[in-house]
């Protein structure tokens, strides 16, 4: 796997949009061409260095669940190959691997952040207040204990380089309407429970994570972007989870805590990242990706 992709290889396709990670390009009025890039965000700032091989494994893990939720709920993979929408045939053979041909959807301003461990912002907002985004939690919680139910606690959407912000349901309410803000949340909790118990039985623990969503034509909610990764997620091996201290991970947390180290201001620009962080890096998301999926 290399960092072999960059957006300027399509030219057949217009780049609609490209976010940390992403690109998207316009297929018709109804699909469009998501691609992974191995850039990697932390502290929504994109860093210099990409990870070698990261969107091939991020495009693989999120495709193993949206099959496996898809009975929860749909999603936004479309049924064209990208060999239907990219002439070149040597090119749409590189980039099949990191590549999702989707369905156009409104997205939903919102993150859907489930919460099934105390770490990470949710253990410092716990420390000052007592609560996780205004959720009250028991006193005595230690660092990355397992919370006594599984919280939903959304987050607006920023732009490239801003910060995202968490906000009461309340504020989702009024976003998106009761109805929806309460499907958003079941769907969320539902599908991260399901996603908990696959991952466990394989020795891995999610402790949190982020959804997000779109509507069709039809109004309907679908699951969109990416799903579970290392990216979105966190990921603990179980076997040496230990309440107290901040597990080992699977995921870029690897690299905030390098950053953590420096003294950076966490705007862009993002400052490089040492070989052996990008090398180690690499092998956490490569050994999640074959832990986890069948």
């Known amino acids: 796997m290399s960092s072999n992709y960059h957006s300027g290889l399509i030219s057949s396709l217009p780049l609609i949009h490209q976010g940390k990670v992403r690109d998207c390009f316009a297929i018709d009025d109804d699909h469009m061409l998501m691609i992974a890039s191995d850039r990697l965000s932390a502290f929504d700032v994109v860093l210099p260095d990409p990870i070698p091989g990261k969107g091939e494994m991020l495009t693989r893990i999120s495709n193993f669940w949206f099959k496996l939720t898809n009975r929860i709920v749909p999603n936004h993979l479309s049924d064209l190959s990208i060999y239907e929408v990219i002439d070149d045939q040597d090119l749409a053979r590189l980039l099949e691997p990191r590549s999702m041909v989707v369905?156009?959807?409104?997205?939903?301003?919102?993150?859907?952040?489930?919460?099934?461990?105390?770490?990470?912002?949710?253990?410092?907002?716990?420390?000052n207040t007592g609560e996780v985004c205004g959720i009250p939690l028991p006193a005595g919680l230690n660092l990355a204990d397992r919370l006594p139910e599984v919280i939903f606690t959304p987050s607006t959407k920023a732009a490239v380089g801003d910060h995202d912000e968490n906000v009461d349901f309340s504020v989702v309410v009024d976003s998106i309407g009761q109805e929806m803000a309460d499907r958003v949340k079941r769907v969320s909790l539902e599908v991260f429970q399901t996603a908990g118990?696959?991952?466990?039985?394989?020795g891995v623990i999610i402790a949190d994570t982020k959804f997000e969503f779109g509507l069709d034509r039809n109004g309907d909610l679908v699951l969109m972007d990416e799903v579970l990764t290392p990216d979105s997620s966190r990921f603990w091996p179980a076997d040496s989870y230990q309440p107290?201290?901040?597990?080992?991970?699977?995921?870029?947390?690897?690299?905030?805590?390098?950053?953590?180290?420096?003294?950076?201001?966490?705007?862009?620009?993002?400052?490089r990242i040492p070989q052996d962080v990008i090398d180690a890096t690499s092998a956490k998301y490569r050994e999640v990706c074959e832990l986890l999926i069948d």
């Open 244 to 271: 107290g201290k901040s597990p080992p991970s699977y995921d870029k947390q690897f690299v905030r805590d390098y950053l953590e180290t420096l003294d950076w201001d966490k705007t862009a620009p993002g400052p």
């Open 197 to 202: 118990e696959h991952a466990l039985k394989r």
């Open 103 to 127: 369905k156009r959807l409104k997205p939903l301003p919102l993150e859907a952040i489930v919460r099934g461990y105390l770490i990470g912002s949710g253990w410092k907002d716990y420390q």
